[in-house]
C-alpha cells in the first residue's frame, strides 16, 4: 500500500554555460549542513512562496536568492518533466536555463555551503556513474540508489533523476547551449 502525503511545490533552475575554452557546464551547489537536504549536491532552487505566480518564478528566485543568478542573465530553455522526491515529499519542477556566468557567485550562507561547476563531458563519463544501497529515515529497507561523482561528492535523489535523462542531450549540443 502507497502512503498518501503532501507533497510541497518546488522548483529549480538546471543552469548551464559555456566556459572560456567553450566546455559546457553545469551549476550546482551544496547545501549546508543541517535541514533535510542538509549536505547534498542540488540545483539552484526551493520550495514555492505564496507570491510566486508560477514555478518558473519560484525557480529564478531561488537562484537569485542562494547564489546570486539574476534573472536577466537566465534564459529558460525548456521545463523539464516535474519529480516528486522519494523520502521528503516535495514536487519539484525543474527549468533547464542557459546562463551567462556571473564574475562571482554570491552564495546565501545559511543555504549554500559551495557552488559547483562541472563540466558536462565529466558527468556523462562513464566513470561518474556509481550504485549503492541507502537506508534513509522512513524508509522501511535499503534501497538501491544510482548517482552521478562530483569530484568527491555524489548527485543522487530527484537531482540525479532530473539530470540523467538531459545529460545525453547536452553532450551531443542539440540544445543549442
Known amino acids: 500500500m502507497v502512503e498518501e502525503r503532501e507533497l510541497v511545490d518546488s522548483a529549480v ?11 559546457l557546464r553545469l551549476v550546482l551547489i551544496r547545501r549546508t549542513e543541517g535541514g533535510i537536504h542538509g549536505g547534498q549536491l542540488a540545483f539552484p532552487g526551493g520550495r514555492r512562496d505564496p507570491g510566486d505566480a508560477s514555478a518558473l518564478e519560484t525557480a529564478l528566485r531561488e537562484a537569485e536568492e542562494e547564489i546570486g543568478l539574476g534573472r536577466d542573465r537566465v534564459r529558460v530553455l525548456e521545463a523539464l518533466p516535474v519529480f516528486d522526491t522519494m523520502s521528503t515529499s516535495f514536487r519539484v519542477a525543474p527549468f533547464l536555463a542557459a546562463i551567462a556566468r556571473p564574475d562571482a557567485w554570491r552564495p546565501n550562507e545559511r543555504e549554500v555551503a559551495e557552488v559547483l561547476e562541472p563540466r558536462i563531458a565529466d558527468l556523462a563519463a562513464p566513470e561518474a556513474r556509481g550504485e549503492e544501497d ?41 540544445l543549442g547551449v
Do not use: H, K, M
Not at 13 to 23: G, Q, S
Not at 155 to 171: A, D, F, K, N, Q
Open 134 to 174: 541507502l537506508q534513509l529515515p522512513g524508509w522501511t529497507a535499503p534501497r538501491r540508489i544510482r548517482y552521478l561523482r562530483v569530484g568527491s561528492a555524489r548527485l543522487w535523489g530527484v537531482s540525479y533523476r532530473i539530470l540523467e535523462p538531459v545529460l545525453p542531450r547536452l553532450t551531443g549540443s542539440e
Open 13 to 23: 533552475l538546471v543552469p548551464v554555460y559555456r566556459d572560456a575554452a567553450n566546455d
